[in-house]
């Protein structure tokens, strides 16, 4: 009923579609979601969720995760994250992929809303190191459509690796065009 009422906000009143899926047998990936240009990436990013009805965390700022707030991040597939501690935020992440039955963690590989030139590649070694696939995921405001592109397991070779994912992002506008990741030609 949920997935319904989320496909009918989603795609007759707002106007967007999705287009492929995360298959149930992937229980554990990264979902890249790109280009990040506004806060509203995880308002669709939600809707995309419900619609393709699959579990899927984010991490943040432990900050936020203080009562009463912490009832709805966590229902909302939120995981705290200490930024101050000083940890391998990677072995840490990764820790949690080890932890966790289910455990499909969307990541912004600019890092910010603001223009980037290159990915921070966190992502990268944290799908590595849990040894999970990654999902591109990608946000094209342009033609009102979230796509779910299939699974791509890292190699180890991260130029090529960033080349492959960096060609599901060529032409797609955010939300904001002028702060949208434009992979460099090859």
Same mark, same amino acid.
């Given at each position: 009923?949920?997935?319904?009422?989320?496909?009918?906000? +989603?795609?007759?009143?707002?106007?967007?579609?999705?287009?492929?899926?995360?298959?149930?047998?992937?229980?554990?990936?990264?979902?890249?979601?790109?280009?990040?240009?506004?806060?509203?990436?995880?308002?669709?990013?939600?809707?995309?969720?419900?619609?393709?009805?699959?579990?899927?965390?984010?991490?943040?700022?432990?900050?936020?995760?203080? +009562?009463?707030?912490?009832?709805?991040?966590?229902?909302?597939?939120?995981?705290?994250?200490?930024?101050?501690?000083?940890?391998?935020?990677?072995?840490?992440?990764?820790?949690?992929?080890?932890?966790?039955?289910?455990?499909?963690?969307?990541?912004?590989?600019?890092?910010?809303?603001?223009?980037?030139?290159?990915?921070?590649?966190?992502?990268?070694?944290?799908?590595?190191?849990?040894?999970?696939?990654?999902?591109?995921?990608?946000?094209?405001?342009?033609?009102?459509?979230?796509?779910?592109?299939?699974?791509?397991?890292?190699?180890?070779?991260?130029?090529?690796?960033?080349?492959?994912?960096?060609?599901?992002?060529?032409?797609?506008?955010?939300?904001?065009?002028?702060?949208?990741?434009?992979?460099?030609?090859?």
């Amino acid at each position: 009923m949920k997935q319904k009422i989320y496909r009918f906000i +989603f795609t007759t009143l707002f106007g967007w579609h999705v287009e492929g899926t995360i298959s149930s047998e992937i229980k554990k990936c990264i979902v890249i979601a790109v280009p990040h240009t506004s806060w509203w990436d995880f308002v669709i990013g939600v809707f995309a969720r419900g619609i393709i009805h699959k579990e899927i965390h984010f991490l943040a700022k432990k900050e936020l995760f203080v +009562f009463p707030f912490h009832y709805f991040f966590k229902w909302m597939g939120g995981a705290p994250l200490n930024r101050a501690k000083k940890e391998n935020k990677v072995d840490a992440i990764a820790k949690l992929f080890s932890e966790k039955e289910i455990f499909r963690l969307a990541i912004a590989p600019e890092g910010t809303r603001k223009k980037v030139e290159e990915w921070r590649t966190g992502f990268y070694y944290m799908a590595l190191k849990a040894n999970v696939p990654i999902i591109p995921g990608v946000f094209d405001y342009g033609n009102k459509k979230v796509i779910f592109h299939p699974p791509f397991y890292p190699t180890g070779d991260i130029t090529h690796d960033l080349t492959v994912l960096h060609s599901y992002y060529k032409g797609v506008k955010g939300k904001f065009p002028e702060k949208s990741f434009n992979p460099k030609e090859i």
